[in-house]
DNA sequence: CATTCATATGAACGTCTACTCATATATTAT
DNA sequence: ATAATATATGAGTAGACGTTCATATGAATG
């Protein structure tokens, strides 16, 4: 194996601490599913209750309350109670910031 | 349950179509790993061959290069050969850009 | 051509994860 | 209190995923 200690130095100065990458990573393992990716972005116009959610997506309640209380622990989405129903909306503006960089991504050189 | 048809067909409007959906969720989920996101990282500053990266992470070079392959048929870094040594570099500054918000995010209100 | 070095890849294995099903909790109405 | 509605949650399960191990490919060197 080649030597590469000049290289490697230079690099890891440049790195945040492994702890970081990886909260970084889980971050990322948020958006990284098909559910909740649509439950994130159909928060992005308004609150919903849980019911409207799994009727929007077509799931089954327990499917979505499992998804959101991931998202919820992740902060990226917060609720609060009106009687019996619970309203979901997005916690934090940089949600719709990085959806928003990663749809510019995969909608890049598209047309249709 | 509630009616909810008002709502959701607003919702509806807004969101992008269902395949789309999951094409970012696919792509979220490339970043949603912690050596995945190291290695990304690691290629802001500079390009580097398969054994400089495992040797940085201190991981086999299978596992690395099983990675980088996810990573590439991503689209997220590209290579070049160069004799026996295979140079990876990222493919495109939105990775950086992304990456970026995502950090932002999680470093938001920390000092230390 | 055989060897060595750098990288790639298939199979196997253990772990993680997203869903289902059953059930629990919480709130309102009767 | 009982029933009904909305949501939450634990256990179980099938599939996805990341690593390891063994081996293959590809390029330079003797």
Redesign the interface.
């Known amino acids: ?2 030597d ?1 200690s000049k ?2 130095e ?3 100065k ?3 601490e ?1 702890k ?15 559910t ?3 439950i994130l ?2 928060l ?3 609150e ?2 849980v ?2 959610i799994s ?2 997506l077509q799931m089954t309640q327990s499917a979505i309350s499992h998804q959101l209380k991931i998202l919820r622990d992740g902060n990226l989405i917060a609720n609060r109670r009106e009687g019996k ?1 619970v309203y979901y909306f997005l916690a ?1 503006d ?1 949600v719709r ?3 928003g ?8 050189g598209e047309e249709k």
């Open positions: 194996m080649h590469h290289v490697l230079e690099v890891k440049g790195m945040p492994e970081k990458l990886c909260r970084l990573a889980e971050l990322f393992k948020l958006f990284g599913d098909g909740r990716m649509k972005y159909s992005f116009e308004s919903l209750c019911c409207a009727e929007l129903t934090d940089h910031t990085i959806i960089q990663g749809y510019e991504h995969i909608t890049e």
